[in-house]
């Protein structure tokens, strides 16, 4: 599945925090078994159409899913108040955390990072 989240890199990897902190708005898709994170700077609205997403200018990155956990939930101890959170944690430690739209599309996305 793909759409438009709003990212927060929250840690690089165990007990590192990530540097770039702020919330930002992002695509994102979750294809057979990796998440891929591009900018919204397309020329489709903002949003990344198919051939936007082969120009690595628009790529934030993306991960493997392999022996990851997806949670609906924020980690402890990060309480900010931002509605319809999940957290995406990687088996370095790294933590992405992404706001969906609402609660519907929370378990939707959960479901697709989970069992792919
Ligand atoms: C970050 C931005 C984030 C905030 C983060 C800040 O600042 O305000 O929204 O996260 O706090 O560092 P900047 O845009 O200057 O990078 P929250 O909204 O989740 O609090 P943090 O460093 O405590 O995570």
Redesign the pocket.
Known sequence: RSGVLVR?H?FERTGK?AS????RTCYVSVDRGTVAMYKMDGRHGGHPDGRELTDTSLQLGSVSLRHTLTQMMPPPG?S?S?PHVFALQLPSGGVY?FQTASEVELRDWVAACNYW
Not at 20 to 23: A, L, P, T
């Open positions: 927060k929250l925090k770039q902190r702020s919330w990060y900010r931002r955390l």
